[in-house]
């Protein structure tokens, strides 16, 4: 039993939803995805089966993802999505004890973002919602020592944006956001293959052709891949080849945006920090730690280690699961949002 009440955390990602139940451990693992019947707004699936939608739908039904860039595009639909997942994670306690919410939010978000957030939870079933910042939230579920006098370096690079931030003292010394992820290297495989080899292809497409042959480094085992879409001339189905080499090509430039960031982060930070994140090295979260030679090439660039957790993708989720612990400390620390994006 978890109190009156059940406390999650939750990881508000763009390409995923990971939540975290106190006590309980991570819970459900979905992709942002909701499938809504136009004619009459009624949701028809969430998570795994509205992402087998996409793409898929009749003219009534479209499945889309209602967070963009790491925040609410769709304000109604993401409020729908939550009281989804916090109906499934609670079960039918949620209905009595509505359940206390800490939500990431990307350091970057802006003041109307960062309220859109917290009132889409409110809205979807949580009595009350604290945020906290997506690389503190990462640094925590990677078990760095952030309360201790020391630079810790957190690069967390999800599907909608990439966070990066220099911790000491339990709170951020420098830290910036991008608005590139996972998405925008989805995107860049799709450009590609689109003016090469004049094919359409699909979203879970180039998802699939990123995860299985994509890489940010040469590697030594470089491998081909069929990909089937639509000839954009005769508008009918083909297949073609693309290989390791290519894709690496198509996504470098994005890739090199996220180098350049660290960099000007590894600028800004004091020397003594800078020192400690020398010796410590430098942690690199979500999904696209997965990413083949990812590490590698942030150690080319910077010269300095790079180590990724044994699961960089819920790093951030069990770090708002730890921090429910301290509810109230994190009520004083909660994120002041920022006025700028970056």
Known sequence: MLGLGDRLGIDLGTSNIVVYAWRRGIVIREPSVVAIDQRTREVRAVGQQAQAMLGRTPGNIVATRP???????????TREMLAYLIRKACGTRGRIFRPLVVICIPSGATSVEHRA???????????????????????????????????????DIGGGTTDIAVISLGGVVVSDSLRIGGNKLDEAITRHIRRVYNLDIGERTAEMVKMEIGSAVRV???Q?????????????????TVNSAEVREAISENLSQVVDAVKSILERTPPELAADIIERGITLTGGIALLSGMDRLLE??????VNVPEDPISSVAVGTGRVLEEVETLRRHS???SRHRY
């Not at 080319?300 to 280690?305: A, N």
């Open 67 to 77: 967070l963009r860039d790491g925040v609410i595009a769709d304000y109604s639909i």
């Open 335 to 337: 994120f002041k949002p």
């Open 220 to 222: 030594a085992d470089e």
């Open 300 to 305: 080319l660039e910077t010269s300095i280690p």
């Open 117 to 155: 957030a917290l009132d889409a939870a409110r809205s979807a079933g949580a009595r009350d919602a604290i945020p906290i910042e997506e690389p503190m939230a990462a640094a925590i579920g990677a078990n760095l020592p952030i309360a201790m006098p020391g630079g810790n370096m957190v690069v």
């Open 224 to 240: 081909d891949m069929e990909v089937r879409g639509r000839d954009v001339i005769t508008g009918l189905p083909q297949t073609i």
